[in-house]
C-alpha cells in the first residue's frame, strides 16, 4: 500500500479523466467523480502525512524501470519539502471545484483533473526525464484554459505564456540530457535518476552552463523579474480556477525546482548564481510591488503582487540560513493559501460585477458586508497581516535577510510595506466609497461561496497564530542540509 | 512628575479647544502662521503626497508604460521581428519556379561535390 500511494495520488486524476472521456460522461457524472476524486486524493495525503517522518529523508519511494535502454525510471518520492506542496494542492482542488461547481464545459474540468496530475508528478518525480515529462504535462491544461476559456486576448496571451515557458524547458531538457550523458561517459550506463546525476564531477565552466539550463526554467516559472512578461496577460486572461493553479501551484514549483533540483544536483555550486537571483529578487520585490500600485485590472494586480512575494521566497532560498529557508518553505505555504482566496474573491466580484476593473467598483462593503470581509482578509494576509501565515513567513525571511547582509536586509523588509501601499489603496476603492455599480444586482457570498473560502481563512489563522504546530515538520531536512 | 505633566498637558488642550470652540463657537481664520499650520493639520498630508504618492505613482506608471511595456515586451517584439526579416529573406528563395530550384540543386550539389573532392580527398 504505502508504496503506490504516491502513484495512485498522481494518476487518479488522470484516470478517471480518460475513463469519463472514453465513456463520454455527462457533465454532472464528471463533476461528482472530478470532486470524489480530490476528496480520495485528500485522505490519501492525510495518510501520507501520518506516516511521514520529519527526520527521514525521501519517502515511499517507488523505483520502477521504465525505457531500460536509455536508463529512464520511474522513480518517485517525497521528502518534507515536497510534501508541504502536496498538501496543497490536495487542500486546494476540492476547494477550486467547489468554486467551479457550476461550471457546465466538459474541457473546464478535463483540463483540471490533468492539470492535477501534471502538478503532482512533477513535484513528486526523482527522474529527470519524469520530471520534464509532467514539468511539460502541467503547462498544456494551462494553455488550454486559457486559450479556450480565457478572456480578453486570449489566444495572443496563451500562446506567450507557452513560448516563454518552452524556451525555458527546452533550456533545461538540453542540461538534464547533457547530464545524462556526461554519467554515460563516466560510468558507461545510462541514467537519470537525481541521485545518480548528483554524484557526478562537473567541471565548473560545465556545471555553470548547466545550471545556467534549470535556472531559466525556473526564473521563468517563478517569474523572476525580466522574464516576467509573460505573467500579467496569462494571469489577466486565465480563468479563475486557472489563476489559482498558477499562482498557488505552479509559481511555487519553479522555486521547489531550485531546491531539488538546483541544491540536489549542483550542491554549492549554485552560489556561482546566488549574488545574481538574489539582485533579480531585490529588484523583483519593489519592482513588482510599484507597478500593482496603478494597475487598474484586479487580476494583474495580484499577479504582480504574486511576482513580488515569489521573488522573495526566492531570495530565502538563496540565502543560506535557517531563518530565510524556514521562512521560505512557510511562505510558500500560507502564500498559496492566501493568494487562492485573492484570486476566489477575484473570481467571485467578476461573477457579481462581470468586471474586475478597480475604476468601476466601489462601494461594496455597504451591500455586502461578508463579502467585504472576506475579501478584505484575503488581501490583507498577502500583504503580511500579522496573525496570518504571511506575517511569520515574511518576518522569518527578513530575519534571515539581515542575519546575512544589512542591505539585503533593509530592502527585504520594504516588501511589507510596499505590498501594504497597494492593497490598502485597492481596498479602499473597490470596497468603500461610493457605490460606482448601482444598477448591477449583487448579493452577499452564498453558503456554497462561504464553505470554499472557509477553509482557506481557517488554515491562514491557524499558520498564523500557531507556527509551531508546523515548523517541526520540515526543521530537521532544513538543518540537515545546511550542513 | 512625568504624569502630572501629561495631564496638565491634557488639560491645557481641552481648556484651549473649549475657549476656541466650544465657549464661543465661531469659525477660526487662518490668519496667522500658526493657525493656517494647525488648520492644515501640520502639511502632513500633503508632505506624503510630495514625498511618498507622487513619486510612487510615477514611478509605477512609467514602469507600466516604458520599461514593461518597451524594454521587457519590446525584447520579445523584437525577436521576433528579426525572425520575420529573415523569412523575408528566404521568401525570394522559394519563387514556385521550377528552373530556379533546379538551379539550386547544382549549385548544392557542385559544392558538395567540391568539398568531397578538394577537403577529404574523395577519388573517382
Given at each position: ?54 527526520n527521514q529523508g525521501m519517502q515511499f519511494t517507488q523505483n520502477l524501470a521504465w525505457i531500460k535502454n536509455a536508463g529512464i525510471t520511474y522513480n ?408 | ?118 577537403k577529404l580527398g574523395v577519388t573517382i
Open positions: 500500500m504505502t508504496n503506490h500511494i504516491l502513484t495512485s495520488i498522481i494518476f487518479l486524476p488522470l484516470l478517471i479523466a480518460m475513463v469519463l472521456g472514453v465513456a463520454r460522461a455527462s457533465i454532472k457524472v464528471i463533476k461528482v467523480a472530478a470532486i470524489l476524486s480530490s476528496l480520495t486524493i485528500l485522505l490519501l495525503v492525510i495518510a501520507v502525512i501520518l506516516a511521514f517522518d520529519p518517485i518520492g517525497l521528502d518534507a519539502l515536497s510534501l508541504i506542496i502536496l498538501i496543497l494542492i490536495a487542500i486546494l482542488m476540492p476547494l477550486i471545484y467547489i468554486y467551479m461547481l457550476k461550471d457546465n464545459r466538459k474541457g473546464y474540468w478535463y483540463n483540471m483533473l490533468l492539470l492535477q496530475t501534471g502538478v503532482t508528478g512533477a513535484l513528486l518525480s526523482l527522474d529527470l526525464i519524469l520530471f520534464y515529462l509532467f514539468w511539460e504535462t502541467m503547462l498544456l491544461p494551462i494553455f488550454v484554459m486559457i486559450g479556450k476559456y480565457g478572456n480578453g486576448l486570449r489566444q495572443y496571451n496563451s500562446m506567450k505564456i507557452l513560448l516563454m515557458t518552452v524556451l525555458g524547458s527546452m533550456s533545461m531538457l538540453f542540461s538534464i540530457l547533457y547530464m545524462g550523458y556526461i554519467y554515460f561517459e563516466a560510468t558507461g550506463t545510462w541514467s537519470f535518476a537525481l541521485s545518480d546525476l548528483s554524484s557526478i564531477d562537473l567541471s565548473a565552466k560545465a556545471s555553470i552552463w548547466l545550471m545556467a539550463g534549470f535556472l531559466l526554467a525556473f526564473a521563468i516559472k517563478i517569474p523572476l523579474v525580466g522574464f516576467h512578461t509573460w505573467m500579467a496577460p496569462a494571469y489577466g486572461s486565465a480563468p479563475t480556477p486557472a489563476v489559482i493553479i498558477m499562482s498557488a501551484i505552479m509559481a511555487k514549483l519553479g522555486v521547489y525546482g531550485i531546491w531539488r533540483f538546483g541544491y540536489g544536483l549542483f550542491g554549492a555550486n549554485l552560489h556561482y548564481y546566488a549574488p545574481t537571483i538574489i539582485i533579480l529578487a531585490l529588484i523583483g520585490l519593489l519592482y513588482y510591488a510599484i507597478r500593482a500600485i496603478t494597475e487598474n485590472n484586479l487580476r494583474k494586480m495580484f499577479a504582480y503582487s504574486s511576482g513580488s512575494h515569489l521573488s522573495l521566497i526566492a531570495l530565502g532560498i538563496f540565502l543560506t540560513n535557517i531563518y530565510a529557508w524556514g521562512g521560505s518553505l512557510y511562505f510558500i505555504a500560507t502564500h498559496a493559501i492566501a493568494s487562492a482566496g485573492m484570486f476566489m474573491m477575484i473570481g467571485l466580484t467578476y461573477y457579481r460585477f462581470k468586471t474586475v476593473n478597480i475604476s468601476e467598483l466601489g462601494g461594496i462593503a455597504q451591500k455586502a458586508p461578508l463579502f467585504t470581509f472576506f475579501f478584505a482578509f484575503f488581501a490583507l494576509s498577502i500583504a503580511g497581516l500579522p496573525g496570518t501565515g504571511g506575517f511569520v513567513a515574511e518576518l522569518l525571511i527578513i530575519i534571515g535577510a539581515f542575519k546575512e547582509n544589512f542591505i539585503i536586509g533593509v530592502f527585504t523588509a520594504t516588501t511589507m510595506l510596499s505590498a501594504m501601499i497597494y492593497i490598502f489603496w485597492m481596498l479602499q476603492r473597490v470596497l468603500f466609497g461610493e457605490v460606482t455599480n448601482e444598477n448591477s444586482e449583487y448579493s452577499d457570498l452564498s453558503l456554497r461561496e462561504i464553505g470554499m473560502l472557509l477553509p482557506l481563512v481557517l488554515l491562514l489563522l491557524i499558520t498564523g497564530i500557531m507556527p509551531s504546530l508546523f515548523i517541526p515538520y520540515f526543521e530537521p531536512q532544513l538543518l540537515g542540509a545546511l550542513q | 512628575m512625568l504624569a502630572l505633566l501629561n495631564v496638565s498637558l491634557g488639560l491645557f488642550g481641552m481648556t484651549l479647544a473649549y475657549k476656541l470652540y466650544g465657549h464661543r463657537a465661531k469659525e477660526v481664520k487662518a490668519d496667522t502662521f500658526v493657525k493656517r499650520v494647525i488648520i492644515n493639520k501640520f502639511y502632513v498630508d500633503e508632505l506624503y503626497e510630495f514625498i511618498i504618492v507622487k513619486p510612487l505613482l510615477v514611478a509605477s506608471r512609467f514602469i507600466a508604460n516604458s520599461i514593461d511595456n518597451k524594454i521587457f515586451d519590446g525584447f520579445i517584439n523584437y525577436s521576433i521581428l528579426f525572425y520575420r526579416v529573415l523569412a523575408g529573406q528566404f521568401i525570394r528563395l522559394q519563387n514556385g519556379k521550377v528552373r530556379f530550384y533546379a538551379l539550386y540543386i547544382l549549385l548544392g550539389v557542385s559544392m558538395m561535390s567540391l568539398f568531397l573532392i578538394y
